[in-house]
Structures are given as C-alpha cells and as structure tokens.
C-alpha cells in the first residue's frame, strides 16, 4: 500500500491548476502554496511556470523564498518548469528585471530568460528524458528559458534536439518546458519518485 | 487572409497559443502608452503589457477614430520589458494585425476599445501564428471569437470608465451562462449550440467541460484592488488594468496593489493592507451616464 503523498504547488501566479490537476491524477493530495504556513507537512513542492517577474515580485513581502530555500536545503523535493526553473537557477543571465527580488537559487545551473525570442518562437518538441528511454514525451516551450551552463552538482536529464532542457540535482528537478500544458505526465510521475 | 476562399483554415488556436495565456493566469495585464509605462508596470508585477497610442480614457475623452499604435512605440515597449507585450488592432483589421505579428507581439487584442474596421467579420485569427485575445460580454461571442481563433477570452466590461459595474455583469453572463449549459440534457445541446450561434462541438465542449476551453480574464473598469480581487472571486483567471492605473495618481503604487491582491483575492486584511495610501483613483464616469452608441463594450458581433 503507498502511502498518499501532499505536493504544494506555489500559486502567487501562473498555471497552477495544470500542476495541481496532473498531480491530483497520480494520485497526491494537492495544497496551494500562497503564504509560508502552507510550506508547513509538504512531501514535495511545485513552482509552475508563469512570469518569474511577477512571481518574484509577490513572493518577496511573504518571505516565501528563504522558506523553501531551506526546505529544499533540507531535502524537500522540488519541481520547477519554466519559470520555476528561473526561480531555482543559482544564476541567470540577462536578469535586469530580476535584479534586486529574492530568488530561491539552489539549483547548479546559468539559465537565460526568453533566450528563444518572442511568442512566435514557442513551439511544441519532443524531448528525451532519461528515465523513459523508450518514449519521447512531447513538451511545450512557451517564451522558454535556455539553460546555459550546468554546474557539477546537477545533471541533464532531458534533451530536445541535444540541447539541455531538464536538470536534476539530488531533490531538485527542473525543466525549462511545460509538460502540465500538453497534458503529459511522465515528469510528473518522475517527480513523485523522487519524494 | 482573404486570397484563397478554397483553403480551409487551420486548425484554432495552438496549445502553445492558448498555454501563454496560461502562464498569465492569476496575474494583471496593464495597459501603457509608451517604454516608460511598461517599465513601471514590469516594476510592479505585472504578467504583460498591453501597447495602446491612448488609454480608454483618453480615446474615449478625445473621440475621434482608435487606430493600432504606432510601431516605434511599440518596438519602444518591446525593447524596455522582459514580459510579454501585446498590442491592439482594430476588429476586423487583418492588415494591423499582420503588421503587429511582423512586429513580433507576444498576443494581438482584437479590441472593441478601437474603432471597428468592420462592422460584420472579425479577423480570421487561424489564419495568424501569434495568438490573439478577443473580448466578450456573452458566452456565444465568447465561442465565436474561439472559433474564430482566439486564445484568450478577455470579457470587455465598460473600458475608461473607472466603472465596474459592466465588467461585473459581463462575467456573471458567462458563467452563468457555462453553469446552465452544464446543467442541460445532452439532446438539448443542439438547441443550445443554436441559440448561442456558436458550433455545436464546441457548446459540448463547455458544457462537459464546465468551463470556456481558454483562459478567461476580465477587463473593462476596474480601478481599485478590491474591483481587482472581486472579479477574481467571481471566477476570473486575471484581469486587464486599462486606464485605472496611469490615470490614477500614484501608478506605481496602484500597480503593484492590483497585483497584490490578484494574487490574494480570498484574503480581505491583505486586500485592506494593499489598499491604503494609493491617492486618488480615476476619476471615473458611471456607465449609465455614457450615451449607448459611445458605449465600447457594444461593438463585436
């Protein structure tokens, strides 16, 4: 029998309920994360994509950030896509917009923002991920960020044309695509291994 | 556009198109007029910007014909923000909205707030890669600008008014209208679907669904955190910002209230925190003191 597990999804802004609607289909048990008490009992945490700039922006007078840096510091499992993975990057370039707003920057990565240009750019690939060999799950890169360079704490879990697209590091994971908006759910499952 | 009437259109709005308005969600649209506007949204955390020549206000104070912005202005606004940008073209404008998908907008807002270039079609928005927004006050045009090919449903409230009371009416009629269609016996739908003058698939879409298959956000005089965090209780994934914010006199204040309390619409004291030492809100005008042909949110058909 497993046990049911309770997976917050930060919800300041973006797509929340396509996080929380694929992982209440693999059967956790879903909280949305809008102050630091709803951090409080989470088997794993997830930061969907939306506007790191907004996100930053809301985040910062709640003091969720040094929050989950600690719980992430502490072993929570993490999942970042998109703009979570922005929020996860120890560092990112081009980050005028970002500057002088708290990120949680555990993650061993330089990631661009917007590195592909704008909304025409966006496209749908199917991407190789490492723990499924034998199926290419299809993603969604929307504005997507680019990872520039992997430190050697993480490693690439996730091509798309060779290119690096998903990253891990011990607990945490992130993707630079939305497998919440093609419905797919196999970074999902991944995830929910990891916790 | 209108070159070969053989070809049928492709397919409505990508999964990539209608996931940007996704990424969106929860989050303020705010309009602006030139790259300083737009960084003072940014600033204050907004998801986009919206690039106008004039707000609602001042088109509606000025009168005379509402046209897309110039595409300096908007290269201005597109080269000073990271988030993205969108721009208005008039309905049925097709030519503007090819020069703004040249100029590489994020969204195109096929907008009543401009003066109509055509007063029966909309722009064939299949026909575009860029993803557009339309408004709505009903759910049937809200699923003929879907069809149509629009990503985002944008419901048009009263814009540069100040006045929330159209924005308010115009969310009630579509969820309302949603919940009834959820409630119908399937052998009803058809009827449905005719009413609503809307294709069929897409009335049962909805009615299994519960809910329009694009994000929905509101627009159209909200002024005030609280106009904000009411229309997000009333089930909006976000809301549209126009003249209520750099028309107000402290913007940058106002912005990142709206924004707070988009975020934190279920939580009165933090809207109340938000909402003190703003200045003065738009100064406004009733609704019901704007003579109706003025009234924007009657043009879309």
Request: net charge negative.
């Amino acid at each position: 029998m497993t046990i049911r597990r309770t997976i917050g999804v930060l919800a300041l802004q973006g797509a929340v309920s396509e996080h929380a609607s694929i992982l209440t289909d693999l059967g956790a048990h879903v909280i949305l994360v809008r102050r630091t008490e709803h951090l409080n009992g989470l088997d794993g945490l997830v930061i969907p994509g939306g506007e790191s700039t907004a996100i930053a922006r809301i985040a910062a007078p709640l003091g969720l950030f040094p929050a989950v840096r600690n719980l992430v510091s502490g072993g929570l499992p993490v999942f970042g896509t998109c703009a979570g993975l922005i929020l996860l990057a120890h560092t990112v370039e081009d980050a005028d917009a970002l500057a002088g707003f708290d990120r949680i920057a555990t993650l061993d990565i330089t990631a661009q923002r917007n590195a592909y240009g704008n909304q025409l750019a966006s496209r749908e690939a199917p991407v190789d991920f490492m723990p499924t060999p034998t199926v290419q799950p299809v993603a969604a890169f929307i504005r997507a960020p680019h990872i520039s360079s992997v430190g050697p704490r993480a490693k690439v879990i996730a091509t798309a044309d060779g290119v690096p697209v998903a990253v891990q590091q011990d607990n945490q994971l992130a993707a630079t695509f939305h497998p919440e908006i093609t419905g797919e759910s196999a970074f999902h499952h991944y995830f929910l291994s990891l916790v | 556009m209108t070159t070969d009437s053989t070809t049928p259109s492709p397919a409505p709005a990508s999964r990539v198109n209608t996931g940007l308005a996704r990424m969106l969600k929860g989050g303020v649209i705010m309009d602006v007029v030139n790259a300083e506007q737009a960084r003072i949204a940014e600033d204050a955390g907004a998801v986009a910007v919206m690039a106008l020549e004039r707000v609602p206000a001042d088109i509606r104070a000025q009168g005379g014909v509402a046209r897309m912005s110039d595409p300096d202005l908007i290269d201005g606004i597109i080269n000073a923000v990271s988030i993205p940008v969108m721009a208005k073209a008039r309905i049925g404008h097709f030519v503007e909205a090819q020069v703004l998908q040249a100029l590489g907008v994020d969204y195109i807002d096929e907008s009543e707030v401009l003066s109509p270039a055509d007063f029966i079609h909309h722009i064939d928005k299949r026909s575009f890669d860029v993803p557009f927004v339309c408004g709505a006050t009903n759910l049937g045009e809200a699923l003929r600008r879907i069809t149509e090919g629009a990503a985002m449903i944008r419901s048009k409230g009263e814009a540069g008014t100040g006045d929330v009371s159209e924005a308010m009416k115009h969310i009630r009629t579509i969820t309302q209208e949603i919940a009834q269609l959820a409630a119908l016996p399937h052998d009803e739908l058809y009827v449905a679907a005719k009413e609503l003058q809307a294709p069929y698939d897409l009335v049962v879409e909805v009615a299994r669904a519960k809910q329009l298959p694009v994000v929905m956000f509101v627009a159209g005089g909200v002024a005030t955190p609280a106009d904000a965090a009411m229309m997000m209780q009333l089930g909006a994934d976000g809301v549209f910002v126009g003249s209520g914010i750099f028309k107000s006199g402290d913007p940058a204040a106002r912005a990142k209230a709206i924004v707070h309390a988009t975020t934190h619409y279920n939580d009165p004291a933090e809207i109340a925190r938000v909402s003190r030492g703003l200045g003065e809100a738009m100064v406004g005008i009733n609704v019901a003191d704007v003579p109706a042909p003025h009234r924007l949110s009657e043009r879309g058909w």
